[in-house]
C-alpha cells in the first residue's frame, strides 16, 4: 500500500505566500507522475499543477507564474510553492502520485487534503 502525507496548508493574507508539501511511502518502485489538484465549496476538483517524468511541468492558467511545483525523488515528496495568494485560491488541496510498484500498471494515490485559505 502507498500512503501520501500532505502539510503546509493553513490561513495567508492576499499576497502572501505558502509551500505545500506531500510525502508518499509504501511499495513504491518508481512514480510516472506527482500532482496537485484543489476544490474549492461547491465547484468541481481541478488540477492546479503537475510534474511527470523528465521534470516536464504542467501549470493551470489561473496558477501559473505564481505557483511553482518541484519534487525531491530522493525523499519521495512533492511541494508546491504558492507566491502572490489571492482569496480565489482558497481551497482544499490535494497532492496525487501515478506510482508502479513493479509490474506494468500504474497506480494512483490521492492524499487527504489540506485546506488553504486567503483572506485578509
Known amino acids: 500500500q502507498v500512503q501520501l502525507v500532505e502539510s503546509g496548508g493553513g490561513l495567508m493574507q492576499p499576497g502572501g505566500s505558502l509551500r505545500l508539501s506531500c510525502a508518499a511511502s509504501?511499495?513504491?518502485?518508481?512514480?510516472?507522475?506527482m500532482g496537485w489538484h484543489r476544490q474549492a465549496p461547491g465547484k468541481q476538483r481541478e488540477l492546479v499543477a503537475s510534474i511527470i517524468v523528465g521534470g516536464i511541468r504542467n501549470y493551470a492558467d489561473s496558477v501559473k507564474g505564481r505557483f511553482t511545483i518541484s519534487r525531491d525523488n530522493a525523499k519521495n515528496t512533492v511541494y508546491l510553492q504558492m507566491n502572490g495568494l489571492k482569496p480565489k485560491d482558497t481551497a482544499v488541496y490535494y497532492c496525487?502520485?501515478?506510482?508502479?510498484?513493479?509490474?506494468?500498471?500504474?497506480?494512483?494515490?490521492w492524499g487527504q487534503g489540506t485546506q488553504v485559505t486567503v483572506s485578509s
Open positions: 509504501g511499495s513504491i518502485r518508481s512514480i510516472t507522475a
Open positions: 496525487n502520485f501515478i506510482v508502479r510498484k513493479g509490474g506494468p500498471y500504474e497506480y494512483e494515490y
